[in-house]
């Protein structure tokens, strides 16, 4: 089936137009190379179980305040290109309606040589720049994350263009944008494709949920089961979880020498949430229990809010070199 060119009235159009489509800026998820989407995350959200309409955050105003000024610089440096803004009144939305995956390019262009292209602009702080595209130094040679290959893919395939480039802007005391090319290889298209279909045939159609990375889904999974209900659940017959008491045992006594083990815990925490659900106690058996239940902040100088805190009872460490039990834990 021919891909869909669809004209966005508004951005609550536009979020409508995608909840139906795994779409290009998240398709790396699927690959497990995104940093901000999990698989599992992208499954919530096509679900139901969370929703795509945040408020704006920083970074989002951000990309949307200076995606103008990359346009104009592009014009500037390829004044042969023909370059169209896809955003305002104009912007469209494309989507391929049999395969489910659609995309929104940041910009078309036309060029004589190299024909139609897209462009993606993204706004980049300079130690991420550093850091995630050029190995840690400022001279090293830029190597363009996975997750927007993929995105530049998807954005060239729906649109039919002949080529595709990103450019990052990356704002310190000067403006830089390099334009850098992408090549449109077809065995990534082809996989994700496959990848796609999986996804919404055996993961969404049979709501069976991907596996969840706790490292990156600890926020998303606070969220989805922020409010305990005060119930009990028998999880005695789960030995994963006297796993993950005795790993983070260990971690607590060393959280004060260093940020490491304390971002490990709580990704311990979070796959604990994610056993109980909105049960506030889990019960281990012998007289082991693990709860977490709804802890309430009151208003300050900050909003009111509310958090899970994980606590385990009755735990002991097994006895051996280094072990320390514990009666009470936090």
Partial sequence: MAT????????????????????????GALFGVHPYVSAYGL????TGLTSDDAEEGDAMRRGRLLEPVAVQMLRE????????HNSGPGQVYLRDPALRIGATPDIFVTCKERGRGVIQ??????RVFREKWQGGSSKGEIEIPLWIVIQAIVEARLSGADF????????????????LDIPLHDGIWNKLVEKVGAFWGENVAKNVAPPPDY????ALI????????????????????????????????????????????????AEIIHKLGSATVADLGNGVTVSAPTTHRGAYEVKPTSYRAVKVKGFKLPAGPGAKPAEDVA
């Fill in 43 to 46: 499954f919530s959200l096509k």
């Fill in 77 to 84: 440096d390829r004044p042969d290109w023909k370059i169209k």
């Fill in 121 to 126: 602009v993204k706004n980049i702080e300079p």
């Fill in 164 to 179: 595709a480039c990103v450019t990052p802007l990356v704002v310190s005391y000067g403006v830089s944008m390099p334009i």
């Fill in 4 to 27: 869909q060119k669809i004209a966005v009235s508004s951005r609550a159009d536009w979020l409508k137009l995608r909840a139906d489509d795994v779409t290009a800026s998240v398709a």
């Fill in 215 to 218: 490292a990156q889904d600890g």
């Fill in 222 to 269: 606070a969220a989805m089961y922020g409010q305990a209900d005060g119930t009990t659940i028998d999880l005695s017959r789960d030995n994963r979880i006297m796993e993950i008491l005795a790993e983070r045992e260990l971690l607590k006594a060393r959280e004060k020498d260093g940020n490491d083990a304390e971002k490990r815990r709580k990704e311990l925490d």
